[in-house]
């Protein structure tokens, strides 16, 4: 059984350009949520979704933003790039909302200059 | 809110000696806790979670954490530790959703021969 498989694994970009992050969940999981990992914050949450529905959201400002697909597979973008972007985006798949237990990708790596 | 405190961002040990991993919480509600652990260029795999079920649970890898209301803690234990358990782990609170999780810093357990 495929893993939660994300593309890019590592990308490089500069300060105000934009980026999509995608994220293709395990088969049959219907939930998937992003997060943020950095040396310094640690890991933060990002968003949640659930059948193409943002459940909860997490305290990033609006250029951070995402949607679902009707397979649910999930992209996040990210708009107008600053330095403290650079992070690996962790993205997680669940079977239902309240499993407890989720799956990880092993991210995507992204440094802006 | 929620959060969580691991104390010690680096715990070293010897191969076949005790590991202690420690970890506070704060919830206003009963929390779902977890421990996660990261290996290198990886993403999360989840060790163990408690549900309110058995305060003592056991995870994979021969780890296992106890749930203590009292203290407001889940420390992580294994009674052997391999070269093998080198890694970061994590843990996590949810209580308003189990795909929401707020991590802690994480903990580096170095592992020596």
């Known amino acids: 059984k495929a893993g939660v498989t994300q593309t890019p694994r590592y990308l490089i970009k500069t300060r105000g350009q934009q980026v999509t992050l995608s994220c293709s969940p395990i088969s049959g999981h219907r939930s998937v949520s992003w997060y943020q990992q950095t040396p310094g914050q640690g890991l933060q949450f990002l968003f949640e979704?659930?059948?193409?529905?943002?459940?909860n959201k997490g305290n990033f400002p609006g250029r951070f933003s995402g949607r679902q697909f009707s397979n649910s597979r999930s992209e996040m973008n990210v708009s107008t790039l600053e330095l403290g972007d650079s992070a690996l985006y962790l993205c997680?798949?669940?079977?239902?909302?309240?499993?407890?237990?989720?799956?990880f990708g092993e991210g995507s790596r992204l440094t802006v200059l | 809110a929620q959060s969580v405190t691991q104390l010690g961002s680096h715990v070293s040990v010897s191969e076949g000696a005790l590991v202690l991993l420690r970890c506070n919480y704060s919830s206003s509600v009963p929390p779902y806790l977890f421990w996660y652990v990261q290996y290198p260029n990886q993403g999360l795999q989840l060790l163990l979670k408690y549900t309110s079920a058995a305060t003592l649970v056991k995870g994979i890898n021969g780890f296992e954490a106890e749930f203590k209301k009292s203290e407001t803690s889940f420390h992580l234990t294994k009674p052997s530790a391999h070269m093998s358990d080198a890694a970061e782990y994590f843990c996590?609170?949810?209580?308003?959703?189990?795909?929401?999780?707020?991590f802690g810093k994480g903990t580096m357990l170095l592992v020596s021969p």
């Open positions: 979704y659930f059948s193409e529905t943002q459940r």
């Open positions: 996590a609170v949810s209580d308003t959703g189990y795909s929401t999780l707020t």
């Open positions: 997680a798949s669940s079977l239902e909302m309240d499993t407890g237990e989720l799956f």
